[in-house]
């Protein structure tokens, strides 16, 4: 399909009819690696969620439990399955926290009265980050566990990784501010910019800083920022919201959702039904695994033991996210269709040997096309 270079109004998106994909129809995914979950996952939820509710930030029972059910230790814990217990305690509890800051603050209120209060909470939450006890933020108890996060984290992480950290942070508040002004504007990117948008919402870069900080190494910036491993970590972030997008449709076509998932950005500038664009949306995602798995390989060869324990976990990264969303209460069980999460719940994901575009080049995306530079084929 033809390439958009630019967002256009969402009204021009095609109606909903025969071509709408029901949320609730998983297609298999297409993941040839296993994932792995730390042994201590258990331990560290509860410790976790003993933080949270002695914290104070759930304003009542329901939110308490909605916010549990995503599980966020288990995220943590397939991310860096082989991390240092409390590194990953940390991680667990900064993930509670952001789906917290998620629901109250960032989903709490219409599209429209939203754009000019989240680049204030951005702004305000990234100096709490760089200078710890400036009560940007204010003295409630969002702001007293961030504070408490700020300062365990500045203990355990050297000051390049709590750098990278707070770098995380600001890229993942910078995409959702883009999403809430298209929403805003009514505004659908397109595919090349959503795909880079996306990767700074989903916290791309964010989750990366915490795989460091979880297995204790500090990879150097000439490799880190290489070609070929921003390469890996934006692959690896865009496959995950991909995959998000995807496992979240029920949740989110509930919600109403403010901003469009992939397949409605490619069923809009394609002008397409919805099951042709999840077509589309599959191999897209599928290129992208094809070329993380041969990227990966080969930076690998000339890789140390640090780097290669990263590259591993970002595998583990993509199947993990895969696994846990298929349990996690919050999808498996979405919001809209229930009071409270339902225990047990599964999305029933299945896996596919192949992926459903076979083809090894760039997608035709200029924003992700560069991928394809960093890999001999």
């Known amino acids: 399909m033809p390439e958009t270079t630019t967002g256009t109004p969402a009204a021009a998106s095609p109606a909903a009819g025969p071509g709408v994909v029901p949320p609730e129809e998983l297609p298999p995914f297409y993941c040839p690696v296993e994932s792995a979950v730390h042994p201590a996952?258990?331990?560290?939820?509860?410790?976790a969620v003993a933080w949270l509710d002695a914290s104070g930030v759930f304003p009542d029972a329901t939110e308490r439990a909605w916010n549990l059910a995503t599980n966020a230790a288990e995220f943590s814990c397939r991310l860096a399955p082989y991390g240092d217990e409390e590194r990953l305690l940390l991680?667990?509890?900064?993930?509670?926290?952001?789906?917290?800051?998620?629901?109250t603050r960032?989903?709490?209120?219409?599209?429209?009265?939203?754009?000019?209060?989240?680049a204030d909470l951005g702004l305000r939450l990234v100096r709490s980050l760089e200078a710890p006890g400036s009560r940007m933020l204010g003295s409630g108890p969002m702001a007293?566990?961030?504070?408490?996060l700020v300062l365990r984290t500045r203990a355990v992480a050297g000051p390049v990784q709590y750098q990278r950290l707070a770098d995380g942070v600001r890229d993942l508040l910078l995409g959702a501010a883009w999403?809430?002004?298209?929403?805003r504007r009514g505004v659908v990117p397109s595919p090349a910019e959503y795909a880079a948008g996306r990767i700074a919402d989903v916290g791309t870069r964010f989750d990366a800083a915490f795989v460091e900080i979880a297995n204790g190494v500090?990879?150097?910036?000439?490799?880190?920022?290489?070609?070929?491993?921003r390469a890996l970590v934006e692959a690896t972030g865009f496959i995950a919201a991909c995959d998000n997008d995807l496992l979240s449709r029920a949740k989110e076509a509930g919600e109403g959702a403010a901003a469009p998932d992939l397949v409605r950005v490619l069923a809009h500038h394609h002008r397409c039904s919805e099951r042709e664009a999840l077509a589309a949306a599959l191999a897209l995602r599928d290129r992208a695994m094809t070329l993380f798995l041969r990227l990966r390989e080969q930076t690998a060869r000339g890789a140390d033991a640090d780097l290669r324990r990263f590259l591993d976990d970002l595998g583990h990264w993509i199947a993990g996210n895969i696994r846990w969303s298929?349990?996690?209460?919050?999808?498996?069980?979405?919001?809209?269709?229930?009071?409270?999460?339902?225990?047990?719940?599964?999305?029933?994901?299945?896996?596919?040997?192949d992926p459903a575009d076979p083809r090894t080049g760039p997608p035709g995306l200029p924003t992700i096309d560069w991928w394809w530079d960093q890999s001999a084929r």
């Open 41 to 47: 996952v258990r331990r560290i939820e509860e410790r």
């Open 91 to 103: 991680f667990a509890q900064w993930t509670y926290w952001l789906f917290a800051l998620d629901d």
């Open 106 to 118: 960032l989903d709490a209120a219409p599209a429209a009265d939203r754009g000019p209060d989240l």
């Open 144 to 148: 007293r566990a961030l504070d408490d």
């Open 179 to 183: 999403q809430h002004g298209n929403a």
């Open 218 to 229: 500090e990879i150097p910036g000439e490799r880190l920022y290489s070609g070929p491993v």
């Open 326 to 353: 298929d349990t996690a209460p919050r999808y498996a069980s979405p919001r809209p269709l229930h009071r409270l999460p339902v225990p047990g719940a599964v999305l029933g994901v299945t896996r596919r040997p």
